[in-house]
């Protein structure tokens, strides 16, 4: 799996840059993109790295009654969750701007989920390897709403590193063309080159109908 991280985030002050607001005259292509994963797989903080505006999230304190029914194995420490979308935007080189939704990760939001999903050209979904059950649900529901996507292994400090690669692709699943790559969702550049991943994927599928 491709690991290292070899895009440059734009430059404060330029078009595209973190804090810009308005798009530049030049964008050609606007894409979304859904960012899906299990719950605490790190997709609200995927998309803050990453976004050249102001982040929109709707991340509310998990309550007791949440407790009973999210899964908080491995993931302790988190105490919010989405209840809605988180929003960001990046435009990338070629003028090609994603837009980026967040889906909740909890089998609960389902209806949500495909309403948020209408319109997506693709989706990222994002994985951590130290509960890959986790990511079985919303493998499902990306693969029944027939968008394609690509897989990132979001890069935790204790995260198993003797899985190989085609390990993974049978442990979830995933057919021999899904890409599969591992990332630092905490990194820019990392998070860009996930991305770039599925955009790549995208590409080589030819013209693909909005969902």
């Known amino acids: 799996m491709a690991s290292a991280p070899s895009s ?6 330029t078009p595209g840059a973190p804090g810009a607001v308005h798009l530049p005259d030049t964008a050609r292509d606007l894409v979304k993109i ?29 309550s007791e009654a949440s407790a009973q029914v999210d899964d908080l194995a491995g993931v302790r ?17 070629g003028n090609v701007v994603l837009y980026l939704f ?25 994985v951590d390897s130290r509960r890959l059950d986790a990511s079985f649900d919303v493998l499902g529901l990306v693969e029944e709403s027939g968008l394609p996507y690509a897989v990132a292994f979001n890069d935790f400090p204790d995260a198993p590193r003797h899985y190989g690669e085609e390990r993974l692709r049978r442990a979830l699943d995933l057919e021999p063309q899904t890409p599969m790559v591992t990332c630092d969702a905490r990194n820019a550049n990392s998070s860009i080159d996930a991305l770039l991943a599925l955009v790549d994927h995208l590409i080589g599928r030819g013209p693909v109908a909005a969902r």
């Open 8 to 13: 440059t985030a734009p430059s404060p002050g």
């Open 77 to 93: 420490d988190k105490s919010t969750t989405t209840v809605a979308v988180d929003f960001g935007r990046l435009t990338l080189p």
């Open 102 to 126: 967040g889906t909740p990760g909890q089998s609960r939001f389902r209806e949500l989920w495909n309403d948020i999903a209408h319109g997506a050209l693709g989706a990222l979904v994002l």
């Open 34 to 62: 859904l960012v899906a994963g299990p719950f605490g797989v790190g997709k609200t903080t995927l998309i803050d790295s990453v976004s050249e505006i102001r982040p929109l999230h709707t991340e509310e304190p998990l």
